[in-house]
C-alpha cells in the first residue's frame, strides 16, 4: 500500500495489510457508519480551510470535515457539467482493496436541477479535484478530529475539536524520498501481524514520491519494530509511531480524519 522503508531486504510498507482486508473494510464501515450521527459540515485544502469547512472558537485546527463513499462508479469530471473532461472514475475501494473509498467534499454548485460537489480525489499526482452529482455519493458523514504531521518537529499532533488530544514523535521520509506534504484523510485502518509496521496501521490518501509498489505506494501511519529510528527520518514515505504511540492513536482516530503534513 504505502511507501517501503529504508531497507529494501526488509518487508516494505507497499506490502502491509493485503491478508487484513477483511478487518479494513468493517473498520471502515463502522467508523463511517458511527460518523454519520454528528452534524455535517465541510472539508479543507491545500492552502488551509476552504470555503465549505468550519473553524470556530478561533482554533484555526477546529474544523469538521464532511465526505462520503462512493454510491456509484461514476465518472469524475473536471468541471460540473458531463461534457467537461473525465478526471477518473469513482471507486468503490482504496487502490489496494483495502478499504471503502472516502471522498471528500469541497464545495457545492447547483447546475439546473442537479446538484454538483466538488470533490478531493485520491490520485497522482496529489491535490486533485474533480466534480461528481451529489446522488453518485452515499451518505454525507463527518470528522471533527485532524491529525497534523510536522516534519521538520518530527512530530504527530491529533485535535478534536481544537484541542490537543495526543501528541507524539515520528519518522518519516528518508531525504531521498520524503513524506509528501499537503492535506490528505485516514482511507483505511486496520491491525498488523507484522512486527515490522507495529500492532496497528492507518492508510492515508497520500501518494508517496516512491512509486516502485504495485499497489499504489499509499503514505501509512503505523508502528514500527526499530523505535531507535524514532524521530527520525527512516522511511520511504510512511509516518512510523513506537508502538505504545500507535496503540494509543488508535481509538482517536476514524475513517475520514483529516491528516495535513507540512
Known sequence: ??????????????????????AALVFALAATVSAATLASSAATDAKGVRPSATASNSSPY???????????EMPVYRGPSTRSPVLKKLAYYTPDNEALQTYRFVSSRRVGRTQWERIDVPMR???????VKRSWLG??????TLIIVDIAAETLTLYNRGKVEFTAPVGTGAPGTPT???RYWIAEAFPSSSPFYGPWAFGTTDYATDTEFPDGSIVGIHGTDQPQLIPGDPSHGCIRLKDQDILKLKPLVSIGTPVWIQ
Open 125 to 131: 499526482p496529489n491535490g486533485q479535484t474533480g466534480w
Open 139 to 144: 451518505a454525507t458523514r463527518v470528522s471533527h
Open 1 to 22: 500500500m504505502s511507501a517501503a522503508p529504508a531497507g529494501r531486504g526488509a518487508p516494505n510498507d507497499a506490502s502491509w495489510g493485503r491478508a487484513r482486508k477483511r
Open 62 to 72: 477546529n474544523i469538521t470535515t464532511k465526505f462520503a463513499l462512493a454510491a456509484a
Open 180 to 182: 509528501p506534504t499537503g
